[in-house]
């Protein structure tokens, strides 16, 4: 699987739009981005996967750049609750058997009041 | 609204106990992941199971096994713990086959050697 760069930490006003950026330059042509957030204590939670084309869903959205070498997650409206540990990931949609997943530092995402 | 429930949020053992980590699912997914994370390692997988009765050791598989008796439940067993083996534990599940499936993750065990 292909890795990926997040920033370690970042600070975002409750309401406004957050935007996590991910580096994923070795990405090969059937990797998928993949995101995922933990929450403090909890498990972590799945939410949002593309390809190439942008994507959004009742949780965020997925800009993928067009080279596919980047990529950005937004929230749109971040409130206190989304404050957590934002992971990038990438890798191959295989048969589930095998189908691991490794996450990295992630990025640490505090909303403020 | 998907399910994934661990039989405890924290549990505390003593070195040489045997110990199941129990896990179930109301999904009817094929696969279920055990992980454990721990600071500064992030998420390693310690076994998966695609079928019941199933398993296929993951990267961390020493000191562990598993036990798939039931499609729904899949368990995770100490067999005699041990204080490196502190950690939180994970209970992940998906639908199998070629595809995109993302993985639905339990609360978490927090399980503490003594």
């Known amino acids: 699987d292909a890795k990926t760069t997040q920033p370690p930490s970042m600070d975002c006003a409750e309401g406004r739009a957050a935007n996590l950026p991910c580096n994923h330059s070795?990405?090969?042509?059937?990797?998928?981005v993949y995101w995922y957030r933990q929450i403090h204590s909890q498990g972590p939670q799945y939410i949002i996967h593309?390809?190439?084309n942008n994507e959004t869903n009742e949780m965020a959205s997925l800009i993928i750049t067009e080279d596919r070498k980047s990529s950005t997650l937004i929230l749109p409206h971040a409130t206190l609750r989304d404050t957590a540990v934002y992971y990038c990931i990438v890798r191959v949609a295989v048969k589930a058997a095998g189908n691991k997943l490794t996450f990295g530092g992630g990025t640490r995402v505090l909303v403020k009041p | 609204d998907v399910k994934v429930t661990q039989s405890s949020r924290y549990l505390v053992k003593r070195t040489g106990e045997k110990v199941f980590l129990e896990c179930v699912q109301d999904m009817d997914h094929e696969n279920m992941f055990w992980y454990r994370q721990d600071p500064g390692l992030g998420l390693r997988l310690i076994y998966f199971s695609y079928d019941v009765k199933m398993k296929e050791k993951g990267d961390i598989p020493e000191g562990y096994s598993v036990s798939r008796e039931k499609k729904e439940r899949f368990s995770l067993i100490l067999e005699s713990a041990s204080t490196n083996q502190t950690s939180m534990y994970l209970c992940?599940?998906?639908?199998?086959?070629?595809?995109?499936?993302?993985?639905?993750f339990g609360p978490g065990t927090r399980l503490t050697v003594t």
């Open positions: 593309g390809l190439k």
């Open positions: 070795t990405i090969s042509g059937n990797e998928y």
């Open positions: 992940a599940s998906s639908l199998s086959g070629q595809g995109t499936y993302e993985q639905y």
